[in-house]
């Protein structure tokens, strides 16, 4: 039996089977991406519920592993040379788990078009469509029509950036794999936030029919409450 006692973070979220892989998360867009990524994969692993409250996300215990105190967040008691691993930013799990199963990260240049695309995913899309989110569902009548206007023309942008690279494509990097289920997410949020109309939703062929490709996977539809959202 793995022995995860050095993790602080089990005090308050105690592992049922300490030898499975514990994922701590809630199931936003990032957090998603790695329950996804773990039903893909088939890996036995506990979903530990972690809100996006302070009294969980700002506890000792989940700071203790992730120091940046965002979900998602990972314990891996099989890692690298058999010692328990623990890793935050969904990215880099992603990056992780693809490299311990073999699975989803691509081959050769592929691989590099995969990471490429994950990147893009991290560094533009994810952040862009969350601050749009923010001011367009989530700020109400507080919000500045110049910040508004900044992040809707930007996630547009970006978008139709997407849009461009998949025509003739099924998927971003050739097969389905780790920068699809890293984009998959922000796309369904644009939904969430009630920002289609904003963004031109109706004008992205592509991405639109990516979307729906995506949102109709099986691991998909399971990870989208991963952990559940009521405890």
Known sequence: MADLSD?????????????????????TPNGIKVSLMLEETGLDYEAHRVTLSDDDVRSP??????PNNKIPAIIDPDGPGGAPLGLFESGAIMLYLAEKTGRFGGAGAGAQHVRQWLMWQMGGLGPMLGQMGFF??????????????????????LLNVLDGHLEGREW?????????????PWLNAVDFYGARPLVGWDELANVAAYSDRFQARPAVQ????IPPREG
């Open 222 to 225: 399971r990870a989208a409450d």
């Open 7 to 27: 993790f602080p973070i089990t005090t308050r979220w105690v592992p049922l089977d300490p030898s499975k892989l514990q994922l701590f998360s809630f199931p």
């Open 61 to 66: 215990e989940f700071l203790s592993l992730n």
């Open 136 to 157: 367009v569902r989530f700020a109400g009548k507080d919000w500045d029509e110049r910040a508004r206007g900044r992040y809707v023309d930007e996630a547009k942008r």
């Open 172 to 184: 971003v990097a050739g097969d389905y794999s780790i920068a699809d289920m890293a984009i998959g």
